[in-house]
């Protein structure tokens, strides 16, 4: 009989549910998004984020079971995002698929929502260990080392803001809107790095700090304001992403000669569509180590998505690891913990 994995994730601002047949047969994948909302507030609005998912989430997952041309009698499993994220918006998911899975009997499976991004990769090919995962979604900017599977080890990222809230900030201070990675990623296409912004400080060269970088922004455009002088928004943009790329691709290039045995390179999360990573990273592993393999996700995978955790739950469903019906979110969900607490 096949295997039929649904897949709920409602973490932040998005309300998404799919189906995976087997190991990676994505059957469906609907997500409905709450961006056009929080866009007038500039920023996700937490409390709205959550009321809007319990008014959408039973839909969505009926329309990804329609579209997978199934029933609940199919499924196998019901795999689920418990964390990191935000509470209330959490709450709504893990509800849902403790409610389906208690009335049809079938098994829950509680996923951590960055090693979902990390698994989306495996729509495109299997993982190949030992992995190097570059995690930048919008709340996160992770260097994390998989000797094997399940084995996740944080070996660097940001000391203070991810990336994706960065390009967030940046994009709002010169109004562009929200959110700002694809606008950004769009004016930066436009403009040219005429502005050398100060390079971070960081305790380790694993480490990064975005925080500086968004300070150096938001000075730079009210020194402007203040002298009554008009910045070239695209020259802005371009100066941005430049650094902040490469503030990463710096971090990973330090990783791999630190970590002699990389196999595999995957980028996960929102930031992975940003083009300028997707060109540059591969430029630089290409340069330094040819042999290790750079996996790219496609678009449709990079952003928050459900066949993500589906994906993930089918490789869970193998290896049984099913959660209790009495299990909670956790919005701090260290992925070093994932697989390791019985969750
Ligand atoms: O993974 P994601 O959809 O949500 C979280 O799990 O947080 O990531 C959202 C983040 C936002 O900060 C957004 O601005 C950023 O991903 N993003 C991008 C691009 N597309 C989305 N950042 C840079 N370039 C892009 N093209
Ligand atoms: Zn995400």
């Known amino acids: 009989m096949s295997k039929y994995i649904l897949g709920i994730e409602s973490s932040c601002d998005d309300t998404c549910a799919a189906v995976v047949e087997g190991d990676n047969n994505l059957l469906s994948s609907v997500v409905s998004s709450q961006t056009d909302v929080h866009a007038k ?3 996700i609005m937490p409390e709205i984020a959550s009321r809007m998912h319990v008014e959408q989430i039973t839909l969505v997952i009926n329309e990804a079971l329609q579209r997978a041309n199934i029933t609940l009698d199919d499924i196998s499993a019901i795999a689920v995002t418990s964390g990191p994220g935000l509470i209330g918006s959490l709450h709504v998911g893990l509800q849902a698929a403790k409610t389906l899975a208690l009335v049809t009997g079938k098994p829950l499976i509680s996923c951590h929502h960055l090693a979902g991004h990390i698994f989306a990769n495996t729509f495109e090919t299997k993982l190949n260990y030992p992995c190097l995962a570059v995690v930048v979604p919008g709340g996160h900017t992770q260097l994390v080392y998989m000797k094997k599977e399940f084995d ?14 960065a390009y967030d900030k940046v994009a709002r201070i010169v109004n562009l809107g929200y959110p700002g990675g694809p606008v950004i990623d769009k004016a930066a296409k436009l403009g040219q790095p005429t502005i050398k912004f100060p390079y971070p400080h960081a305790e380790t060269p694993l480490d990064t700090s975005f925080s500086g970088l968004k300070t150096s922004v938001i000075n730079l455009v009210h020194t402007a304001e203040q002298k009554g002088e008009i910045i070239n928004v695209n020259d802005l943009a371009a100066s941005f992403q430049q650094r902040a790329v490469f503030m990463i691709i710096d971090c990973v290039e330090e990783a791999i000669k630190q970590y002699g045995d990389i196999k595999q390179i995957v980028i996960a999360g929102g930031v992975a569509a940003n083009s300028y990573l997707r060109e540059q990273l591969p430029l630089m592993v290409q340069r330094l180590r040819p042999e290790i393999e750079v996996l790219l996700p496609r678009l449709k995978y990079c952003a928050d998505n459900a066949a993500m955790i589906a994906v993930l739950g089918s490789r869970l469903y193998d290896l049984k690891a099913f959660s209790n019906l009495n299990i909670g979110v956790d919005p701090n969900w260290n992925i070093e913990d994932f697989m390791k607490e019985g969750k």
Do not use: H, L, V, W
Request: glycine fraction near 30%; aromatic fraction near 12%; avoid cysteine.
């Open 41 to 43: 507030f500039g920023g």
């Open 152 to 165: 996740f080890k944080i070996i660097g990222g940001t000391q203070d803001d991810a990336i994706g809230e």
